[in-house]
């Protein structure tokens, strides 16, 4: 069984780049496609992006100036790269497998709580 | 771009009633790629239903989802005092230029104790 865990920065600087990871157990990085989800505080789920091992990646329009999700195979690991964040950033991220075929999200991480503040 | 519109925002029962939550698509969509997730306080997302009615592994048969085109539904048979959660709706969309695709996921229907 696939297992998740974001690991990250809980504290990201207004401007600068917020750095996540998520580390993939239990299952091979070329079985999936990969996804970060986020969650501000008492809202709703918001999809960032995803990604497939070899490079192909897809992004939230709204977002999409900003990201960056990519893989170290070698790893077994993924990252999203967020850059010039503001509070509006602070959220719980998540990360996510992703089925090749129907994208449903099966499998997620417990989440890691980012907060953006001088 | 795909937009899911949530039905109702709140839904207040007891337990043993019957939830029927909606989620409405911008623009007709295949039942292949709707899924539908709960989430707990303090937890993250849980897959529930994908393809629009199939059942994810571990879940009870009271969940059932249904729908074709841009009206889709989650139905909780029987809620019991776990069922009390949020609910999201989630779909693959290809509509975006350049080929591009996108996973948007509904706002959320809370169903909580009445």
């Known amino acids: 069984q696939v297992q998740l865990q974001e690991s990250g920065p809980g504290l990201v600087k207004p401007s600068e780049t917020l750095s996540l990871i998520c580390t993939v157990s239990g299952g091979s990085i070329s079985s999936y496609y990969w996804s970060w989800i986020r969650q501000p505080p008492g809202k709703g789920l918001e999809w960032i992006g995803y990604m497939y091992y070899s490079g192909g990646t897809n992004y939230n329009p709204s977002l999409k100036s900003r990201v960056d999700i990519s893989a170290d195979t070698s790893k077994n690991q993924f990252s999203l790269k967020l850059s010039s964040v503001t509070a509006a950033d602070t959220a719980v991220y998540y990360c996510?497998?992703?089925?090749?075929?129907?994208?449903?999200?099966?499998?997620w991480g417990k989440g890691t709580t980012v907060t953006v503040s001088s | 771009e795909i937009v899911l519109t949530q039905s109702p925002g709140t839904l207040s029962l007891s337990p043993g009633e019957r939830a029927t939550l909606s989620c409405r698509a911008s623009q007709s969509v295949s039942s292949s790629y709707l899924a539908w997730y709960q989430q707990k306080p303090g937890q993250a997302p849980r897959l529930l239903i994908y393809g629009a009615t199939s059942r994810a592994t571990g879940i009870p048969d009271r969940f059932s989802g249904s729908g074709s085109g841009t009206d889709f539904t989650l139905t909780i048979s029987r809620l019991e005092p776990g069922d009390f959660a949020v609910y999201y709706c989630?779909?693959?969309?290809?509509?975006?230029?350049?080929?591009?695709?996108?996973?948007?996921f509904g706002q959320g229907t809370k169903v909580e104790i009445k």
């Open positions: 996510a497998s992703t089925h090749l075929v129907l994208y449903y999200m099966d499998v």
């Open positions: 989630q779909q693959y969309g290809s509509s975006l230029p350049f080929g591009r695709t996108s996973l948007p």
